[in-house]
């Protein structure tokens, strides 16, 4: 017998396996069943003027008391003395996308969720570019810094930056990733195309 006609015609959209297609998005965790558990979440304290998104570095404050039950205050970390962990997209539902915007964010009062150093996850976040080629084939263990006006990797010189935890590893660099750009002035958050690191927390 001959069928006349293609019952079930399949066709691929062009393009959809380009090379140009991998890369990490800041803010978000590698799959990993042993440490996918340590997702917590937080609320963003008043104190807290600007937006908060995935790949920021904060510092985890215990809440008032019989005030924790949406989980401890955070802030944005400003020291290496006070960075406690970063914060994801992972899961985090409740986050809003605002008018002129294209990335999700959470502000004062709102939750966000986090992981702590300590949990072993695999985070992207930004990194500087002019430190790329600085960070390429180092070692995994090597000193890392965080900026705390850019919210990204960065070199140790830069004002304001300070150097993240020591147990902190760099796993990996990819130049074609959707990173978080922010303007202070609107508020604006948009995803562009950038450098990102695959750090290990």
């Known amino acids: 017998m001959t069928v006349s006609f293609n019952p079930q015609l399949t066709t691929s959209p062009s393009n959809t396996f380009l090379a140009s297609t991998e890369g990490y998005v800041q803010g978000t965790t ?3 069943t042993s440490s996918r558990m340590w997702l917590t979440s937080g609320v963003v304290a008043s104190s ?23 989980g401890n205050s955070l802030v944005l970390a400003s020291a290496a003395g006070n960075v406690t962990g970063f914060t994801v997209f992972d899961q985090a539902h409740n986050m809003i996308i605002v008018p002129g915007n294209t990335v999700q964010q959470s502000v004062a009062g709102m939750t966000v969720n986090f992981f702590r150093f300590g949990s072993n996850i695999r985070i992207a976040v930004g990194v500087l570019s002019s430190i790329v080629a600085t960070l390429d084939s180092g070692a995994i ?32 660099l990819n130049s074609n990733s959707k990173t978080i750009s922010y303007n202070s002035g609107t508020g604006a958050l948009t995803w562009t195309t950038g450098n990102a690191a695959l750090i290990q927390i």
């Open 30 to 32: 590698m799959d990993d």
């Open 48 to 70: 807290v003027t600007q937006p908060v998104w995935g790949g920021m570095a904060i510092t985890e404050e215990v809440a008032t008391v019989n005030a924790n039950a949406l």
């Open 141 to 172: 263990n090597q000193a890392l810094y965080w900026d705390p006006a850019l919210q990204q990797l960065t070199a140790s010189g830069t004002s304001g930056a300070f150097a993240l935890p020591a147990t902190t590893k760099i796993l990996s």
